[in-house]
């Protein structure tokens, strides 16, 4: 069973690692910094306001943010054997692990947050739909949130952060592709890849269509890449 008794003080120690140390301000720093460049770019260069743009490349920055900020969860742990110590304690793996996933998407949050100030900038230069809006940030929550789940997955795998990163960054970017190479896989197969795309299903969000099944996609993914993180860690005790 559960308890998020045991969640909340792993939670809290996981997210404080992040905000006690660079990483945090770095990461968010430098994903920040690529976001803003390019959405200035749009809207001073080009006379463009939009939030497609910002749309269109947090995904692309997610294959790399996600995996830098995964890597050490629970790989980190193993190595230095703080692990083994955690689990003397009343909590299970599945509760590590879904502490460990919350801080990590905290953050994700937190990286989010300011890019709203593009948002209030553009709604000063004019009127702007909020519905497309609104769905592509629930969408880019629900991709970060599949990513941290898989880079959780690949850092229970190794004590090695590096070999995590990759890991991750790997499978994140096998999901990403899948539906950019149909033209080179037959054609029964192209649907196949295509459902299992995860650009494919953000794509439908962000466009302010939320359907169902492209929420059913990201939580199935979510979930069992944290099952799958869960049964990793407890190979260990087998």
Known sequence: MISLQNISPIFRRELRSYFNSPVAYVVIVVFLAIIGWFFTSNLFLMNVASMRVVFELV???FLFFVPAITMRLLAEEMKSGTLELLTTKPVTDAEIVIAKFLAAWSLLAAALLPTLLYLVTMMALGSIELGPVVAGYIGLLLMGGAYIAIGLFASSLTENQII?????????????????????????LASTLE????DYHFSNIARGVIDSRDIIYFVSLLGFSLLLA????????W
Do not use: H, Q
């Open 230 to 237: 869960t049964v990793s860690l407890e190979r260990r005790k």
């Open 195 to 198: 459902f299992l795309s995860v």
């Open 59 to 61: 995904p692309l920055v």
């Open 164 to 188: 995590a990163f990759i890991t991750s960054f790997l499978i994140v970017l096998a999901l990403f592709l899948m539906d950019k190479v149909l033209m080179y896989v037959p054609e029964g």
